[in-house]
């Protein structure tokens, strides 16, 4: 019995409890970290963190083969680095027309 319950807390608290103090932290530097590019990084990594902990475990995929995360993965990093290179082709668009 007691290796059970250590099994159901392990399967269901540790992840709850994990996404809990990453969301925590998400509202401390909300609250609390000056507007600007630190702020918005730290809501990236934290934000890509939770999303890579709910695929992982709620969605299995830490159980998975290799290929198959590696599946799911690809288009995630090719999608960032579309946002990446969009983002800076806009600053510099804006720039232009705009002269700011």
Known sequence: MAA??????????????????????????????PKGAFKT???????????FY????FMHMKFERVSLAYIIISPLIL?????VALWYEGEKLFQLLFGG
């Open 4 to 33: 059970t319950e250590h099994t159901l807390w392990y399967k269901v608290w540790r992840p709850f409890l994990i996404l809990f103090f990453i969301t925590a932290a998400e509202f401390i530097v909300a609250f609390t970290v």
């Open 41 to 51: 990084s730290l809501f990236v990594v934290m934000t890509i963190a939770k999303a």
């Open 54 to 57: 709910i695929t992982a475990y």
């Open 79 to 83: 999608l960032l680095a579309l946002f």
